[in-house]
Every structure is written in structure tokens, then in C-alpha cells.
């Protein structure tokens, strides 16, 4: 299958401070990642659809301004939480699709904002 | 609206003792089912994706069937290294988006 990778896997910052989270696909083009946040013991919850050359799309309350999203390449996005609090302390998933739609996920990055 | 529901929410098996995961949809316009894996701490890992009402598809000790309500996850003889929460989801639109149903919390004891 199709591999993902994000990087870094585990990052613990000051509060104020803004963090970047790379995501990429790595033996496949995509024109369309997606970015997912989860709290423990709960499913995953759609952030915003990054598509490559273009802005990306936010869900519902979810802050544009706070997580901002570039999708310079076919194989990158990055996800960049400005000015973190502790509420943001949570586990960061992108996933990218293929060509058949299938979407693979990268391994996650556990953020931790003291 | 677009929902997706998985049951049961635990399951706890011995080693060796078969079951099935349920998880039911109501989309309009079914554009696929995916079965993942999830371990703690890691991403989803791709398992299946099902098209159409009676596909099947087998991977190891897996085997994901499709209805059109519903999609069940059958596991034979499981281990202990099955142990994990599987997700099933639908997409939604045509841009990919998928929801996700809660997850089933499968805990396989030796």
C-alpha cells in the first residue's frame, strides 16, 4: 500500500509558540491531503482538506487563522499551529488519497503545548 | 444525513474465539466502504475497501462483507496481536472526504 509520513512524531512546545507538522506521500502524488485531529478514546475529526496549488478548505469551526495549511507540492503539506495553547495538546493525522480514493494515513504527531 | 455507526463499541474475546464487528451506513450514493486498523498512538492503517452490495474481501484472519445498510468485519480465530480499534468509513462528497464511524475496541486475551 501507499506510504505516508509525518514529521516530527511527537513535539512538546511553550505556549505562544507556533509548531509545523509536514506531511508526505512518499511513493504517490497527491493533488488532495486531509488533516485530522483525535482526543483520546474518540474517532477521528476532519480539520480541513489541503489541495495542492490552491487554499485549502476548513471544516466548521475550525480556525483558519490558527492552523494554517500549505500545500506547496504533490507529495506535501504541512499543517502549522500558530501561537499554540494547551488546548491544542492533541494527536495531529494527515492522510493522503490515491488515485482509486482510498486514503492512507500517516502515523500521526502527538503535540503537547505547555 | 450521511451516518455512520459501528457496534459494538468493546469487544473482548479470547484467543481463538471468532466474531464479527458491525458497522451501518446511511449515505446517499455508497462511493466505497474502508476498513482500517487502529493501534494507540498511530495512524489508521489501510485494511479494505468495499464497492458493492456482496463483495467480499479477505486479508489474513480478516474478511469484510457488504450489504447495503451495512458492512460487517469478521475476525477468525484471532490473536492477541489483532487487538486494536478498527474504523469503518463512508465518503461523503465527491472531494474525498470520509466520515468515520466511533470505532470497535477489539481486545483479543491469549
Known amino acids: 500500500g501507499a506510504v505516508v509520513s509525518q514529521h516530527p512524531s511527537r513535539v512538546i512546545c511553550k505556549s505562544g509558540t507556533s509548531v509545523k507538522i509536514e506531511c508526505r506521500s512518499l511513493?504517490?502524488?497527491?493533488?488532495?491531503m486531509f488533516w485530522y485531529r483525535q482526543f483520546p478514546k474518540q474517532s477521528l475529526m476532519l480539520m480541513a482538506t489541503?489541495?495542492?496549488?490552491?487554499?485549502?478548505?476548513?471544516e466548521q469551526g475550525v480556525e483558519k487563522d490558527k492552523f494554517l495549511i500549505n500545500h506547496a507540492s504533490l507529495t506535501l503539506s504541512t499543517l502549522t499551529v500558530t501561537s499554540a495553547h494547551p488546548e491544542d495538546s492533541s494527536f495531529y493525522i494527515c492522510?493522503?488519497?490515491?488515485?482509486?480514493?482510498?486514503?492512507?494515513f500517516g502515523p500521526g504527531t502527538r503535540l503537547l503545548v505547555l | 444525513e450521511d451516518q455512520v455507526t459501528q457496534s459494538p463499541e468493546a469487544l473482548r474475546l479470547q484467543e481463538g474465539e471468532s466474531s464479527s464487528l458491525n458497522c451501518s451506513y446511511t449515505?446517499?450514493?455508497?462511493?466505497?466502504l474502508f476498513w482500517y486498523r487502529q493501534d494507540p498512538g498511530k495512524g489508521p492503517e489501510f485494511l479494505f475497501t468495499?464497492?458493492?452490495a456482496g463483495e467480499e474481501k479477505e486479508k489474513e484472519r480478516l474478511k469484510a462483507t457488504l450489504t447495503k445498510k451495512e458492512s460487517f468485519l469478521h475476525i477468525t480465530a484471532p490473536k492477541p496481536e489483532d487487538s486494536a480499534t478498527y474504523l469503518c468509513?463512508?465518503?461523503?462528497?465527491?472531494?474525498?472526504?470520509?466520515?468515520f464511524g466511533q470505532g470497535t475496541e477489539l481486545s483479543v486475551k491469549p
Open positions: 492522510s493522503a488519497h490515491d488515485s482509486q480514493e482510498t486514503q492512507y
Open positions: 449515505v446517499s450514493g455508497l462511493r466505497g
Open positions: 468509513a463512508v465518503p461523503y462528497n465527491q472531494g474525498g472526504k470520509l466520515i
Open positions: 468495499l464497492y458493492s
Open positions: 511513493d504517490f502524488q497527491a493533488t488532495t
Open positions: 489541503s489541495n495542492e496549488g490552491s487554499k485549502a478548505t476548513y
